[in-house]
């Protein structure tokens, strides 16, 4: 998550936090209700944070792991490509060795 989307999310949550908490303590109501309203709106506040965090984490964990996918990709495709460019470079060594062993022999002659 970036920086600026962390803040965002922040100042919205404690934009609501106080609002809520401004609302109720202005609200013609008893004391025990007032209290009760401040502690429903704290508990739905967390509520609210901790599903964020539980969103983001996972978020978090699956591009980690879309990328660790990608790595393990790239490597098995690099060995592979390696695998084919010594077949490559083996056949080409084999064919200039016949070549040195043809001109030798022709010189032994």
């Known amino acids: 998550m970036s920086n600026n989307t962390g803040n965002v999310l922040i100042a919205l949550l404690a934009g609501a936090a106080v609002g809520a908490g401004i609302g109720i303590l202005f609200a013609p109501d008893k004391g025990t209700r007032t209290r009760e309203k401040i502690k429903h709106g704290y508990d739905d506040a967390k509520d609210n944070l901790v599903h964020k965090w ?23 495709d690099l060995v592979e490509s390696m695998n084919d460019k010594n077949g490559d470079i083996i056949s080409f060594l084999e064919k200039k060795l ?12």
């Open 54 to 76: 539980d969103d983001v984490s996972r978020e978090i964990k699956r591009k980690f792991s879309n990328r660790k996918h990608d790595l393990e990709k790239t490597y098995e």
């Open 98 to 109: 016949a070549d040195l062993k043809e001109q030798n022999a022709k010189l032994q002659n």
